[in-house]
């Protein structure tokens, strides 16, 4: 049956793909990939799976059942992504047969499991912008809340600003990718950019900097924009900030 393929052990395949893998991707990236593949080396060894040319649908199959009970249907969709690009990899490299990969399907999820297409509505976050106007002008959540609303940056590119990335001249914010100074961004170089913010959203950041902003300078020497009391916003603290004007 498995005649065409080439013998490999899944502890070797898992080393291989890592290995070719690797330069592509970023360290969390790359730590996650790691940690999902224990897995499958982990359920590979309780099942006796010591040639992967062995693998088959129903195998998979009996794998997403033995995950299944031990995280969230959202948790297990997003874990085996990694397996399925796997097992991509290996039929490239003849350890398992072509179409193999597509046969890992986890369940689908009930409604309501998936998050990422939800949004606070324009008219919510124009409440939330006109209270914050009136009632804590200029505070830091204001500022948090101008930012994202304006720009649509992620969680991590908020974190990373510094006061030094403000541009008054133009009514703009600079986003830059410094992993060797503590911050970096989802698609690194890629995802710097010049964000044009325009009058009033400008005003409402320059206005916390000068007003609110309690004065911290990092360990780096820069003076992050969004601070607490002990520094840099940390990234929890955002989505917290987020959570509660919303």
């Given amino acids: 049956m498995n005649d065409d393929l080439i013998?490999?052990?899944p502890e070797e395949g898992v080393d291989r793909f890592l290995s070719h893998r690797a330069p592509k991707w970023r360290d969390t990236t790359y730590q996650n990939a790691v940690h999902r593949m224990n897995i499958f080396l982990e359920w590979?060894?309780?099942?006796?799976?010591?040639?992967?040319?062995?693998?088959t649908g129903?195998?998979?199959s009996d794998f997403v059942a033995w995950r299944r009970d031990d995280v969230a249907p959202i948790t297990l969709q997003k874990q085996l992504s990694t397996p399925r690009c796997f097992l991509r990899w290996a039929a490239n490299t003849d350890a398992v047969r072509d179409g193999l990969a597509e046969k890992l399907q986890a369940p689908e999820l009930p409604d309501g499991a998936e998050s990422s297409d939800v949004v606070v509505?324009?008219?919510r976050v124009e409440r939330i912008l006109g209270y914050l106007d009136r009632h804590d002008?200029?505070?830091?959540?204001?500022?948090?809340?101008?930012?994202?609303?304006?720009?649509?940056?992620?969680?991590?590119?908020?974190?990373?600003?510094?006061?030094?990335d403000l541009r008054p001249e133009d009514d703009a914010i600079v986003i830059r990718h410094r992993p060797d100074q503590g911050t970096k961004l989802k698609n690194g170089n890629d995802?710097?950019?010049?964000?044009y913010l325009g009058p009033t959203w400008y005003q409402i950041v320059a206005d916390y900097v000068t007003d609110r902003r309690i004065e911290r300078t990092d360990e780096y020497g820069r003076e992050?924009?969004?601070?607490?009391?002990?520094g840099r916003i940390h990234l929890t603290t955002i989505t917290d900030n987020c959570y509660r004007v919303t």
């Fill in 7 to 9: 013998p490999l052990e």
């Fill in 137 to 164: 002008y200029a505070s830091r959540e204001h500022a948090m809340v101008a930012l994202l609303w304006r720009t649509g940056m992620r969680r991590g590119a908020l974190h990373s600003l510094d006061v030094d």
């Fill in 58 to 60: 129903r195998d998979l």
């Fill in 191 to 195: 995802g710097e950019r010049w964000v």
């Fill in 224 to 230: 992050p924009l969004l601070t607490t009391e002990n």
């Fill in 44 to 55: 590979c060894e309780e099942q006796g799976v010591d040639n992967l040319n062995d693998l």
């Fill in 121 to 123: 509505e324009t008219d």
